[in-house]
C-alpha cells in the first residue's frame, strides 16, 4: 500500500520518483561532514558571544562604580543595549548550532534507512529475467514475479517514507531568521568631524611647485685642514777639504764640506751650495755640544732649526 505524500518545502511527491533515483541523489555527495563542521563552528560562535556577554557586563559595572554624575545613569542605560543584542546574538549562534548538529544526525539516520542502491539494481534485474523466461515456461515463474514485485513495492515505500522523514527534520533550516543589527549607542558625527578637520588641516598647508628638494648633505665630503707640516732635511757630506788662501797674510782655511761657506768662498763653495737639499726639521739643538762634534769628526750636520747649517770656527795658519 502506497502511503500518500505529504506536503513539505521542497513541495516534492517523493513517491512518483524511483526508488534507484531516490538513493543514489541521497547517498551520492560530501555527506554529513560539512554539517557537522557547520554546527562546530556555530557552537564555537555562541560561546565567544556569551564570554563577550560576561565581559560587557564587567565592564559595565566597573564604569557604573567609577563614574557618578548628572547624566551617568542614562549613559550607562544606553551602553548596556549592547549586552542585550550580545545575548541575543548568543542565543542565535547557539540555536544554528543544534539545527545543523541535527541535520547530520538526520541524514545519517536517512542514509542508513534509505534502501541501497544495489539492492534495488539486483531486484531490477530478477524482475527482467523472471519476465523474459516466464513466457516460456508459463504459470511456474507467476509466483516470483509477484515476490519480485512486492519487494520492489516495499524498497520504493521505504526510501519515499525516508525521504519524506528527513524533509520533515531539514525544515527548520529552510526557515530564515532574522538577525538583528546591533544598536547605535554614538552617532558618527563626532568621528566625521575629527575627520573633516585633519582634513581641513592638511589641505591649508602650502605647498611650492617645482621646489627642488634638499640635498642629502651626508654625501659630500668635508677636506681635512691641516694642521702642521712635516718635513725632512737631507745633507750631502763631501770627503774633500779645501784650502782657501787669504790676501794680506799667509793663513789657511780648511773647510770641510758640509760646513758652511762664507761669502768671500768663490764660485766653488757656491757650487757646493747648490747640491744641498735643503727641507725644515723641528727641534732645538744644543750648540756648543753640536760644535765639539763637528770639530772632532770633521763633519758639519744641520743643526735642527729651520734655515741653513751652522759654520764652524775657522783657524789661520801662522808662517812656517
Do not use: C
Amino acid at each position: 500500500m502506497v502511503e500518500p505524500p505529504g506536503d513539505g518545502f521542497t513541495g516534492v511527491v517523493w513517491e512518483a520518483r524511483p526508488t534507484e533515483r531516490l538513493a543514489r541523489e541521497l547517498t551520492t555527495g560530501p555527506g554529513s561532514v560539512p554539517m557537522a563542521e557547520a554546527a562546530a563552528a556555530w557552537g564555537r560562535l555562541a560561546a565567544n558571544f556569551g564570554a563577550a556577554v560576561v565581559d560587557y557586563d564587567r565592564i559595565v559595572a566597573e564604569i557604573r562604580g567609577h563614574w557618578q554624575s548628572e547624566h551617568s545613569d542614562e549613559i550607562v542605560e544606553r551602553i548596556a543595549r549592547m549586552r542585550d543584542w550580545l545575548l541575543d546574538a548568543a542565543t542565535a549562534a547557539g540555536r544554528n548550532a543544534t539545527h545543523a548538529g541535527e541535520q547530520a544526525a538526520a541524514y545519517e539516520v536517512a542514509r542508513l534507512a534509505m534502501p541501497h542502491t544495489a539492492e534495488i539494481a539486483a531486484l531490477e534485474q530478477a524482475m527482467k529475467a523472471v519476465q523474459a523466461v516466464g513466457a516460456s515456461l508459463g504459470a511456474p515463474l507467476v509466483g516470483v514475479a509477484a515476490d519480485i514485485s512486492a519487494d520492489q513495492d516495499v524498497a520504493k515505500s521505504g526510501a519515499a517514507r525516508v525521504m519524506r522523514t528527513y524533509e520533515a527534520a531539514t525544515e527548520p533550516l529552510a526557515v530564515p531568521w532574522q538577525q538583528i543589527e546591533p544598536p547605535v549607542l554614538a552617532t558618527a558625527d563626532a568621528l566625521a568631524g575629527e575627520q573633516a578637520a585633519v582634513a581641513a588641516e592638511s589641505s591649508s598647508l602650502p605647498v611650492m611647485p617645482g621646489m627642488p628638494a634638499m640635498p642629502n648633505l651626508a654625501s659630500f665630503a668635508v677636506p681635512r685642514a691641516l694642521t702642521g707640516t712635516r718635513m725632512q732635511t737631507v745633507v750631502r757630506v763631501a770627503q774633500s777639504s779645501e784650502l782657501t788662501a787669504v790676501p794680506g797674510g799667509a793663513s789657511q782655511t780648511g773647510v770641510t764640506s758640509g760646513q758652511a761657506v762664507p761669502a768671500a768662498a768663490g764660485p766653488a763653495a757656491a757650487g757646493a751650495q747648490n747640491e744641498e737639499e735643503h727641507t725644515a726639521r723641528a727641534g732645538v739643538a744644543d750648540g756648543p755640544a753640536v760644535g765639539a762634534f763637528e770639530i772632532e769628526a770633521g763633519l758639519a750636520a744641520a743643526p735642527p732649526v729651520l734655515g741653513g747649517v751652522e759654520a764652524l770656527p775657522t783657524g789661520t795658519a801662522g808662517p812656517a
